[in-house]
């Protein structure tokens, strides 16, 4: 993964005086600055509001804040109304009935999927590199665990803050039945950068360099099958063939049985 320097790109802001405090802390946490309105503002800003934690862009063109929502919107929709026949994930990570397996999800991102998957009754380990990222993470898990209608999906999730690649290299205790992977696809065309969420993503953290060897290490951990999400169109992952694949309209499923 290409790590862009935090402390260029990114600072912490409140848009409360009562949330300085809290800001200060999270900055302290991160090694991020402190953004005072009197200087000019970086390209993003990881800003404390009453209601959330919120990635926001600066420069011109600039959309709303990107932030993890659990709670409403698309990622409601799906967990209200869907099954493992409807979800790619879940057909991919092998959800037929019995009792659903423990993942890994190692790219959690913006945890639509781990979320989706543990409201299948699956138990997730969601793994996150860029502290950023995971700080919005964290931020929307505990919203959503304030939400008695979430509660028992939320207690299937857990949040680790850390290199996939380190993490698997040093894996002790029970392994993971299925571990999952989506990295950042070094995109070429800008018809591949549409959604507000990639492009502020790739602004903070780049592309992923090292999911070839991600994948080689998770087929050494997962005990029954890893599942690699790509754009439809892409290359598989260097290394071996996938056993199959689920496609949807936009992207697909490579699945490697162990």
Known sequence: MTIRNPASTIAVSHTDPGLAGK????????????????????????????????????TKGAEGPLFVDF??????????HTTSRKEGIARAAGLKGGAPPVVL?????????????????????MVERSPVVAALLADGIERAKQE???????????????????????????????????????????????KKEMRLLRLLVGDDEDSDALLRAALGVATRRVVVKRPRLAPALSGPE???????????????LV
């Not at 209601?51 to 862009?57: D, G, N, S, V, Y």
């Not at 709670?71 to 209200?80: P, V």
């Not at 999800?105 to 380990?125: E, N, Y």
């Not at 380190?166 to 018809?191: F, N």
Request: aromatic share 6%; proline share 8%.
């Open 148 to 194: 008695p209608a979430l509660a028992g999906i939320m207690a299937r999730i857990s949040l680790i803050a850390g290199e996939s690649l380190e993490i698997l290299r040093t894996w002790q205790g029970a392994r993971p039945e299925v571990i999952c992977i989506d990295p950042m696809y070094p995109h070429r065309s800008k018809s591949a950068l549409v």
């Open 23 to 58: 800001a200060a802390a999270l900055a302290g946490h991160l090694g991020l600055p402190i953004y005072e309105p009197k200087e000019l503002p970086p390209v993003l800003l990881l800003t404390l509001t009453p209601e959330r934690l919120e990635l926001r862009q600066t």
């Open 71 to 80: 709670l409403g919107g698309t990622i409601e929709y799906r967990r209200r």
């Open 105 to 125: 999800d190692l790219t959690a991102g913006l945890g639509r999927d781990g979320f989706i998957l543990a409201g299948l009754g699956c138990t997730v380990s």
């Open 242 to 256: 996938p056993n199959f694949t689920t496609s949807g309209k936009n992207s697909r499923f490579d699945v490697y």
